[in-house]
């Protein structure tokens, strides 16, 4: 029910919103969240519990606890596990309860709450896994679990990122953290203030604190993000902090973490029922929202926070039942104002259970004794229609363990502590211990100067800490019912007994106890649950809660939405600089790597099989050119290039002369090959070279990594974006490449290099490549290559794409490192043998190349053909070769050659199989067969003469 | 309901024993000392006492058992491995999988979902084909589907995948998952009733040999008498062959994963794709949970890089567009012990009386059964398995390397 405006509230009554809530029209105003705007409305069931489907209210209306969670089904898609606590409501939303089976109101799963003790903690280990009914039980389970729907529909959403810096970023700006925020600033440091609510203050907000922090920190030189959330804390106070819209990774000098504490819920039989809250939830919905849920309470306390929030009931018009205290004697505070309101105070008793009406609400409470932790004799029963509990709190402790804070446990706290922090992080406030307002001002005082002498290096004199006198936390707010349902996790629907019998099932550790029970596994993350777990398991085992330990936190402390992660992703889509030419050229593409590659250019009316052949035979008969920019190409410039390039490669190039090119085979320590190239030695200390297109990236991170450990006087340049290259090929490709430059060709041997204009553009020339015919290789910067790929194009030569390239190279033998070559293949089983050198001191790999080529080779590669009659559809990549039964080799790479008339390819084989002429029997997926024969390799031009220029 | 569960309701105590004792203090010898708590050393003790009745045996566990990578992998159980060697030892794992809920009465959640490689280039299609021609040789049920094979089993997907368009896959329909927890629980408790011991919270300082044999082992709890010893330790394996002086080529990197919030079931299959590096299943819980490719640098710890679930959220979206307002709840990393030729290294060592397991990467909750199942027979014969021969440390000395590289690097 909503009351009469207050000033403390932070909705705006000038606009009312319009949503739905499982169908039913429900109105609110603007700055309510939808749990608020719902029990304004008089809902008494917003939500439904995991297991066993309890009717669920507010619990913690602070985002810890999922008692409620809806989806959002009002737009074009609707968005799952929505937060309803902690999400403001807008008009026109439509929303429903998750996993509820017939709605929220009447869930026909609820009738699993009867079958309770029949599912004890576990039972789906100890049940449903005959082998043949299992499949049927998983279905029934895949039904029960989850919790919100995923819509199919939702769009790809990437948000952008911040990149941020300050000197100190302050995590809560309760009490504590606007103290730490504006000692930090006030001394000339860059702060950044967060906190997860719409508003800075905390609890200033809604308790009786007259202060001025906020209207200083708001004065201040202080960046506030309000909505926002610390999620994880990562090395070197790398923080993610998540906003409604997108999330900022900050980069802070200091971390002062000032989280506060999570208020814990008492266990009790029937502590989940609607309309039984924590006193934080009590405190928000009536001063922030105006949202009057109770009329006749009863107080369950253990701490002056109890009392205060007992004082605003009374405040309020709120008919207070009772209070009842789990302490007793000196630990009770001075209750004369209670005592002269004739309020019933029932100390050192407990709540024994709770009961419920027809509305589900709660309606009545048992009081016990409570001695030593146990229940007693029952003192009263008393008719309310509400519960408001504060018997203690848990730090929020998240981040701190993130950055590997060792804690210590505090007897007289009955919580942890922060004891040896990392040097630049600090923490205050709850966390510490504090709880009042004035030690929880000063600590976070203190923690703002230790930041601002961290950072400036200075020595500015801590204010003295003050002792908190409070106890907050009761160390047994726990009391046991025979008949169970007293919830520790909310999330998880876990009572009481499940850890007894978990702990008697041997799960004692408090890291099996939370696998075993999934205790803190739920949406919460043990934020209302993991504190109790853990007592709960120290007085089992007779250990101390220090002894117990914690379980490890890890990120997050809320979730984060995938669209905040992924923001806008780094998936780069590559192209050359002749990308345009290729798509007026009606190219069609292909992926390799990431970039885009013509793989043939289209002609109408002819199929892409004839279409490549057309290419192929242009390339044999006339000109072809293909471009190449997608290879890497690298420079190595200095007086000990010569020098690098030898021991990274397994040739030789100290000898090569200025001028001339020589192929490069790299391999990694085991000899392994990994990269090829064409190596061109510009200069007696100038060399350029080239690498495969995927393994550019890779080989310039690893040649850098080389240089610098080898600390060689040279250097090396990436020019793979900056150079466009292209492949001119064919027996007139030295006549039409004549037509455009003033280079004397005739004095430009097979593996020769040059530097030329061509076309007007300044290139770099190689006469070499893969394709089999005479052929230069044209390198010439971005800006510029297109000039000499439209001369080229205009003059007549016929563009290719990569299919052709491929038939071409494989016509020559040519490998494709990768795809002829596996993680095994070494130089001397990938058919470049020839280019390995040992008659020098040292290149990567050499030493095992040594010892594996002292062996007999498991593997080599080979050339085969089928019969040129040979009809029927061609084996593909990767089929095996068969012999007497077992595995023998397999077809890395096989084409159909037009020039050639005839399918070729290469393999991978059993040595003592490879004899030229050697029959091989190839299997085909569907386990057929087909009969090839070992051949010679280049099949095409085995002299070369083509590409000497000599034919 | 399954009648099985009346009991709990009808008894007044809830009817069920220890799954493992804790056992006071350790006793001054046994015949076998496994170390490491995980999936691994409890199969493996697991095994020693059913199959040959050695029983004297201690499991040494610095954490809790089932604490290290048994209990951060994403449970992905499948046998498409890339070597004749890979591909048979995986295979046996997964029949003995099959069983193993029935043969533990636990049930373990073995979850048979189909397990899809997906391939968006070329080069990835012709992996997933030899695979496939590998697998179908040594009975493996593994094909090469196509998108539209794709699409029928996980029809949400995005086929085209950002610039990354699903050119075919790998399918492999024994693929599954199972609740990774229980499995040590299971051959915990498998192995206690035999009468092993399962020693918790118990560290080894050091192991002593005499004259190239082992003969001790110190712990933070006392000193063992023994002859033989099990490292079963993943990424603590350095440490513990840093005892012997023994080398190996095992590098630890860092393998993160990451959950989402509990969703209603909607993917039934296990996805991977190869080219964007990621993987995803969804649990029984109803969470997808998720992964990526190893860290690249060595690290020696567990924890988290914001990177992470960066990186696999902008790969996941262009899968799963609709996944842009699902919310990751926690992300967490394990140890993953490497090797270069990424199979693992099991069996004997240069020292008499220790066996190692190790080099499991990111695949030893898969080979859980069998590694303790081979390990077993190892140490009780003294002599390598038949199914392990392949993994031997000793062949990075010879250059005989199982080349499983293209088969378990994302797949996991």
Known sequence: MRIAPQASEIINRDKSVTFTFEGKKYNGFEGDTITSALLANGVKILGRSFKYHRPRSVSSFANHDMNVIVDDVSGQYFIPNIRADVTKVKDGMKLKAVNTFGGVEKDKASILGRFSKFLPVGFYYKAFHTKALFPMWEKMFRTMTGLGNVDFKTPKIKTSKDYGFCDCLVVGAGVSGLSAA?????????????????????????????????????????????????????????????????????????????????????????????????????????????????????????????????????????????????????????????????????????????????????????????????????????????????????????????ANTKMRFDDARSQFIPDVLPNSVFSCGKLNGNYTYETRAIDGEIAGINAVNFVKNSKIKLPKSLPETQKPNHPWAIVEHEKGKTFVDFDEDLQLKDFKNAVQEGFDNIE???????????????????????????????????????????????????????????????????????????????????????????????????????????????????????LGKLEVIGPDA??????????????????????????????????????????????????????????????????????????????????????????????ILGKFTDLDLDDFPFM??????????????????????????????????????????????TPFGVEAQRVLRLQKGHIIIGQDTDGLSTPYNAGVDWAVRMDKPFFIGQRSLKIINSKPQKQVLAGFVLPKDYEGAPPQECHLIIHEGEIAGRITSITKSPKLGQIIGLCHIKPELAQIGHEIKIRFSDGTFVAANIAQTPFYDPENLNQKGVA | ????????????????????????????????????????????????????????????????????????????????????????????????????STEFDLNLFYSNRGHFTLAHTDAAMRTSR????????????????????????????????????????????????????????????????????IHQRTEVLGIDTKGGKVCGVKTNKGYIETTKVLSATAGSTPRILKMLDIDTPIFIHPLQAMVSEPLKPWLDTILVSGSLHIYISQSSRGELVMGASLDPYEVHSTRSTLDF???????????????????VMRQWAGMADMTPDFAPIMGKTRIDGFYLDAG????????????????????????????????????????????????????H
């Open chain 1, 182 to 402: 504006l000692a930090a600033a006030e001394n000339g440091l860059d702060v950044v203030l967060i906190d997860e609510n719409p508003q800075i203050g905390g609890s200033i907000n809604y308790t009786n604190i007259p202060n001025d922090l906020i209207e200083r920190a708001k004065a201040a030189n202080i960046r506030i993000f309000t909505d926002c959330y610390a999620a994880g804390y990562y090395a070197d106070n790398w923080v993610a902090l998540v906003h409604k819209t997108h999330m900022t990774k900050m980069r802070a000098k200091t971390l002062i973490v000032a989280s506060g504490a999570f208020e814990q819920p008492p266990v009790f039989r029937n502590n989940d029922l609607p309309n039984i809250m924590l006193a934080g939830a009590f405190l928000r919905l009536l001063k922030l929202y105006s949202v009057k849920t109770i009329n006749d309470a009863v107080f369950l306390v253990a701490n002056d926070y109890g009392y205060e929030a007992a004082k605003t009931a009374i405040d309020y018009g709120i008919n207070i039942k009772a209070i009842v205290d789990l302490r007793s004697g000196d630990e009770l505070p001075l209750l004369n104002d209670f005592i002269a309101k004739n309020i019933p105070i029932y100390s050192g008793s407990c709540i024994y259970e709770a009961e419920s009406g027809k509305d589900k609400n709660v309606i009545g409470v048992k009081i016990h004794e409570f001695n030593d932790g146990l229940a007693g004799a029952l003192k009263a029963e008393i008719a309310c229609d509400g519960v408001v509990m504060a018997t203690g709190f848990a730090p929020a402790l998240n981040l701190l363990y993130q």
């Open chain 1, 512 to 630: 099996l106890l939370k696998r075993y029970t999934t205790n803190g596994m739920g949406p919460s993350q043990g934020k209302h649950s993991n504190m109790n777990g853990l007592r709960v398991l120290a007085r089992l085992t007779n250990k101390t809660p220090f002894e117990v330990g914690t379980t490890t936190a890890r990120p997050f402390y809320h979730p984060v939405p995938m669209k905040h992660l992924g923001g806008r992703g780094f998936s780069p889509n590559r192209v050359t600089p002749l990308h345009s030419r290729h798509g007026d050229l009606n190219a069609i593409f292909m992926l390799a790597g990431n970039w885009q590659r013509p793989e043939y250019y289209a002609r109408v009316g002819v199929t892409r099989q004839n279409a490549i052949n057309a290419e192929v035979m242009a390339v044999h008969e006339n000109v072809g050119i293909i471009d190449v920019g997608t």
């Open chain 1, 642 to 735: 010569a020098e690098f390039l030898e021991r990274v490669y397994i040739s030789k190039y100290k000898g090569l002369k200025t001028g001339m090119a020589r192929y490069g085979v790299a391999c990694d320590e085991t000899g392994v090959v990994v990269d090829d190239g064409i190596i061109a030695r510009l200069a007696e200390d100038h060399f350029y070279f080239t690498t495969t297109t995927s393994g550019a990236a890779t080989i310039y991170r690893e040649l850098s990594r080389l240089n610098m450990i080898w600390g060689l006087d040279c250097g090396i340049v990436n020019h793979t974006g900056s150079f466009g290259a292209i492949n001119l090929a064919g027996p007139n490709s030295k006549k």
């Open chain 1, 752 to 797: 020769g290099y040059r530097e030329a204009f061509v076309a007007g553009v300044k290139c770099r020339i190689i006469r070499a490549g893969f394709v089999g015919e005479l052929g230069y290789e044209i390198h010439a910067p971005a800006l510029e290559v297109h000039k000499v790929w439209d001369a080229f194009i205009n003059d007549g030569a």
């Open chain 2, 1 to 100: 309901m399954p009648w099985r569960l009346l009991r709990f309701g009808l008894s007044k105590k809830h009817p069920e024993p220890r799954m493992f004792d804790a056992p006071d203090a350790l006793k001054s010898s046994y015949d076998v000392v496994i170390i490491g708590g995980g999936g691994h050393g409890l199969a493996c003790a697991y095994y020693l006492a059913r199959d040959f009745g050695i029983t004297n045996v201690c499991v040494l566990e610095k954490g809790y058992i089932g604490g290290g990578n048994t209990g951060r992998n994403t449970t992905i159980i499948r046998s498409n491995y890339l070597t004749p060697e890979g591909a048979q030892f995986y295979d046996k794992s997964l029949e003995l999988w099959k069983d193993l």
């Open chain 2, 130 to 197: 030899w695979r496939a021609e590998v697998n179908k040789h040594y009975g493996i049920d593994s094909e090469v589907v196509g998108p539209d094979f794709v699409k029928k089993h996980a029809p949400m997907i995005n086929l085209q995948c950002g610039h990354h368009p699903i050119m075919g896959a790998l399918y492999h329909a024994p693929g599954s998952v199972a609740r990774h927890d229980a499995v040590a629980w299971g051959y915990g408790r498998g192995a206690n009733m035999r009468g092993v011991e």
């Open chain 2, 309 to 327: 679930p960066e990186g696999l959220s902008a790969q996941m979206l262009d899968m799963f567009p609709f996944l842009s307002e699902v919310k």
């Open chain 2, 360 to 411: 499991w990467g990111t695949y030893g909750f898969k080979a859980t059964p069998i590694s303790g199942k081979t390990m077993a027979y190892t140490i009780a014969n003294d002599k390598p398995h038949e199914l392990i021969t392949a993994f031997s440390s000793e062949r990075f000395k010879n250059y005989e390397l199982t080349g499983e590289k293209g088969a378990a690097s994302v797949g």
